[in-house]
């Protein structure tokens, strides 16, 4: 299946100011997918990147403050953008685990963002 | 709008016991559900997924059990160990909506020694 490398894990940001996580997957993949959690709560779909193409959010999440590139198939990038305390969670990106015809999901290991 | 509940929130056992997991969704036009494990802190390992058309996936000490027409899978993890501490995530993708996955909000484990 799809690995996936995530960075940075970890980082403390001031209010303000963006930040820029990426995802470098081992493998050409069609879709990735941008999640958040937030502390104490379940995943919720950010947006899902297609490579050549804008990326479609979901309801709650604007271009503005979410922007993404796809600049080839195995690569994206998601910026946090004029972040509050409010940003602070955990962001996952996701890629289909292309194993067999399993459709089942492969995730990074994850960015702790803290704003303060 | 498909809803998925995890039960219970959270669950304490002493090493040895079974742990049984629920997960439940509110749409049937689902094209899998998976299961994950999240450690503290960490992004999500996958566990088993089940295909809509099985019944049930089985991997080592872990089985995954589906039925799709009243909306229910159950992860059995038999034998617990201290390392199966971790939060158990559900995650369904429903039919129209591929490759976006709805989860569940979880069951935090603790398996003590």
């Known amino acids: 299946s799809a690995v996936i490398s995530q960075k940075p894990s970890r980082d403390i940001c001031q209010r303000g100011t963006s930040l820029t996580i990426q995802c470098q997957v081992d493998?050409?993949?069609?879709?990735m997918f941008w999640y958040r959690q937030q502390p104490g709560q379940s995943l919720t779909l950010i947006a899902t990147?297609?490579?050549?193409?804008?990326?479609?959010?979901e309801s709650g999440f604007v271009i503005d403050k979410f922007p993404i590139s796809r600049p080839n198939l195995t690569f994206s990038t998601l910026t946090v953008s004029n972040m509050s305390p409010e940003d602070s969670s955990i962001y996952l990106c996701?890629?289909?685990?292309?194993?067999?015809?399993?459709?089942?999901?492969?995730f990074g290991s994850g960015t702790r963002l803290t704003v303060v | 709008k498909q809803e998925v509940t995890q039960i219970p929130a959270a669950l304490s056992v002493p090493e040895g016991e079974n742990l049984v997991l629920n997960c439940s969704f509110t749409?049937?036009?689902?094209?899998?559900l998976q299961w994950f494990r999240q450690d503290p802190g960490k992004g999500l390992t996958s566990l088993l997924l089940?295909?809509?058309?099985?019944r049930e996936q089985t991997s080592g000490r872990l089985n995954a059990s589906l039925d799709k027409s009243s909306g229910r899978s159950t992860l059995y993890i038999a034998a617990s160990q201290p390392g199966d501490s971790a939060t158990y995530l559900c995650?369904?993708?429903?039919?129209?909506?591929?490759?976006?996955?709805?989860f569940g909000a979880g069951t935090q484990v603790v398996v003590t020694p």
């Open positions: 990147a297609n490579q050549g193409s804008e990326a479609t959010y």
């Open positions: 749409d049937s036009a689902i094209y899998n």
């Open positions: 995650a369904v993708m429903t039919t129209d909506s591929w490759g976006k996955l709805q």
């Open positions: 996701s890629v289909e685990s292309q194993q067999r015809l399993d459709y089942g999901y492969t």
């Open positions: 089940i295909q809509s058309s099985q």
């Open positions: 493998s050409q993949v069609t879709m």
